[in-house]
């Protein structure tokens, strides 16, 4: 296949062009990395526009699961349970989602596995949640296993020491090294899990938010972004398919409720509030991202971002508040400025 002399370039168009309606200027976005800082410049990929802007994330606490099983058929059961209803700690007492999958060289037994992570605002809401969920989840499953996924991790929270007692006494202590773990008899034999395991600090809610002419042109782009994020290591994407449809604002009319209805993202709406959707756009999707940190965070907007792009989809935005409540800001047009070579 030939090359492409424009693969990996970002298109920006000064007001001269879109006045005169003339092709858009092709640039490196080294070359024009201040401009594209300082919102000179709008800048496009394959068409699509990347609005200046920013996402605004915050700090969150997580533990890293490694978990196996004795066939990839067990080993997706249990994940799906373990990490199911766990889409926004709006209403879940968790996020998670499955970070990466693991061959048997890679695991603790050397059978099938995974990592799993979990994040909530606090240590505490991260033990609660995992513990939870290992007994409800994973124990309950066929052949699986639990193993800490952040041995060098100095924050450390109890799991099998709170699950051991639903052995009624008849569990088993073992220790390996400097490991401890519990065997706990189940009607298949037995359920091997990690004394304790590691938290650490990570960040929640990186995002970006893609606008498309019609909904076929923005499901697509939204999996194109899943697809991609997916490679990077140390960030879930811990929504339905890695996709929000019903993304939320703080607040409501309704007292109540802690978060509403993103409204100005509604298309529907588009007549009777003010909007924040690309003249064109008739769909919308977000995509959030938690990870173990700003790195991993921002590999993944950027590579989702630049997946994401592409016909039907004219505008990739993100959402925020005004940078008064998140600690960390991924600005959009930064983040493409440092993927140049």
Known sequence: ?????????IRLLSAEDSLAGSPALTRSPKALRHETLEGILPV??????????????????????????????????????????????????????????LDQTQTPDGRPGAAALFFGFS?????????????????TCPTLAVFDGLPE?????????????????????????????????????????????????GVGGGNFILQAVDQPAALAAARRAVEAIAGVPGVITPFPGGVVRSGSKVGSRYKKLVASTNHAYCPTLAGRVETALHPEANCAYEIVIDGRDEPCVAQAMRRGIQAACGPGVVRISAGNYGGKLGKFHFHLHRLLAEAAP
């Open 153 to 201: 991790a100095p924050d450390r929270i109890p799991l099998g020491r709170h699950i051991r007692f639903f052995g009624d006494g008849y569990q088993k202590s073992k220790r390996i090294g400097s490991l401890r773990y519990w065997r706990i008899p189940v009607m298949e034999g037995e359920f091997l899990v990690q004394d304790r395991v590691g938290v650490a600090k």
């Open 123 to 139: 240590k505490e809401q991260v033990a609660a949640a995992v513990s939870n969920r290992t007994g409800q989840c994973l124990m």
């Open 44 to 101: 496009q990929i394959r068409g699509t526009e990347i609005q200046d802007t920013f996402a605004e994330a915050f700090r969150m606490w997580f533990a890293r699961l490694v978990i196996t099983a004795e066939d990839d058929h067990w080993l997706q059961a249990g994940l799906q349970e373990a990490t199911g209803y766990a889409t926004s700690v709006i209403a879940c007492d968790a996020e998670a989602g499955v970070e990466l999958l």
């Open 1 to 9: 296949m030939a090359s492409n002399p424009q693969a990996g370039k």
